[in-house]
């Protein structure tokens, strides 16, 4: 066997070219193609050594820094609110999902936190590409695409960032945590003073001295300067790389270092690919198959779940947030830098990252079909679409456009909404201490009772009561709040602030049963207790949500009868209303 020095290097690019020519013909997506020339590579090459991590660790870094230079304040402005919050609010479900999973696995918290980031991402590159080759690019909704690919990029770097820091501590405790927001803030500050007052002057001036080799030379000197300064912060050097590309952006000549950029960073990207595959266990590939299946798909429905929902919420009609839904379906290049910075602080084992491997493989197989079948898949959703979920869309793109709406200028909010506003973040930190004080009384109180040899159940229960109080104080308050938020001057602002409601109090069931699980389980070592609560939590949960539909009563009239003359062929029935308004 080779070991990876001229000859091993030669070889495995010799066998990326055959594997990429034969996708290619294939018509399968090149990424495909390189990590199977990594996995092939892997048979007849000792390890992975620090001259294959170099390189790969280069392409992720040119990889960060030209999707920076995607992202300018121009390009963020043009993106607008909306797109962003459907963003965040798409990753908000993504990623329990993803915890959730991977507790139903059996792995530790930290395994959690780092898959369900894995499982939140898409793949910019796989996406874009794949559109391309669709000829989807030239749709109406691809703008939408593009945006909430910028997006989860900006907020992928965030994600990156606390990961990389969080690794290196066995434990968060609060001095860790102020460290870490403090190492942030420091680290954010001197990189905003860079990108806004240094690197676009340096730029600007080294681009008038007419050299494409200087350019090209003191944009990696840049990119690479302010990765490492990261580094040294303890954060993941994608972080650095970022920032110096959107600083880049704001100069006057992106697209000529765009353009020089662009090759290199793909040379050093494939080989990053191909390293993804040396790392995969093939011993672990035929068993881990069948649930790779299974998980790929959960990531297609939940990805084309979570991103119609934002989206659908923020605005946007059913059809066009359906098929950008459709579009984010594929996992990709970060989630395999989440995947082994979990192997490299030893969160994740080879067989978790290899099934994340395997997951996106998946993932980008599926991803052509459904971007050709996104029509027909449309017309399934629409002709099959529940009132129920579609009443909440409903009602939480009525709470955003009101929100929004207030917040274009926040010294002009009427009374009622700068006092929601106020209640609801008042509220916020009420619910965020009574988690945070939950974990430390639970720690304190199980330490006491165990040096003064004392039953702590009568104090766990006294703790459950109180909390249960303050929590139903709380509620009561938002929810007057978002009555008069809305109002009931018309049958839509009953209906929007009769569901609001609803969702405030399973939210605060939620966080209830958060309380009472962690105290519970620190009683009893026994689960069935903590099932059971589950289950019945659950149960009111649906009960609760479903009441809120059948307590409406809607009729929508207006909508209805728009004519008070109309002939009776014209009326419209409940279902066609709401899926009426939802296309809107």
Known sequence: MQSLGYEGIAILFAVAALISVLFKKLRQPLILGYIVAGVLSASFLISVTNVMALI??????????????????????????????????????????????????????????????????????VVTKTMRDCRETIKSYADLVLGLLIVEDLLTVVILGVLSSAG???????????ELVGGMAFFGVVSMLLAISVIPKVINHIVSLGSDEIIVITSLGLCFALALFAKELGFSFVIGAFIVGVAVAESDHKERIYSKMVPVRDIFLAVFFVSIG??????YLIRLIPLAILLGVLFVVWKFISVTFGFTSMGYGLQNASYVGIAAGAMGEFSFVIGRL??????????????????????IIILPQSIKRNEGIYRAIRSRMPQGPALYVLALRSFFERALGQLRNPFRMDRSS?????????????????????????DYVTSAAMRAQADSFLIYLGYIIIVALILFASLNT??????VFFGDSDIKSRFVSTLFRRILMAIYVVVGYIVVATAISSLFYVQPVIA?????????????????????????????????????????????IILDMLMR
């Open 56 to 125: 790969s660790d280069l392409g992720i870094t040119l990889l960060a820094f030209t999707m920076g230079m995607e992202l300018s304040l121009k390009v963020l402005k043009e993106i607008g609110k909306k797109v962003i919050m459907a963003g965040i609010i798409e990753l908000l479900l993504m990623m329990p999902a993803g915890y959730l999973i991977s507790i139903a696995m059996g792995w530790s918290p930290s395994a959690a936190v780092f898959f369900a980031a894995a499982f939140a991402l898409t793949s910019t590159t």
């Open 168 to 178: 290196t501590h066995t434990s968060i405790g609060v001095l860790q945590f102020f």
């Open 278 to 283: 040396t790392l995969i266990q093939t011993s």
């Open 342 to 363: 979990g192997l490299q602080y030893g969160v994740f084992n080879q067989e978790i990252y290899t099934l994340i491997v395997l997951m996106s493989t998946v993932t």
């Open 418 to 442: 700068r006092s929601m506003f106020i209640t609801f973040l008042l509220n916020l930190m009420v619910v965020m201490s009574v988690l945070l004080m939950t974990k430390f009384f639970v």
């Open 478 to 483: 938002l929810m007057e709040e978002v009555r």
């Open 532 to 576: 059971v609560i589950s289950v019945v939590v659950s149960a009111l949960i649906i009960f609760l949500l479903w009441k809120g539909i059948s307590d409406l009563k809607i009729s929508l009239p207006a909508a209805r009868n728009r004519d008070a003359g109309s002939a009776p062929r014209n009326k419209m029935t409940d279902n066609e």
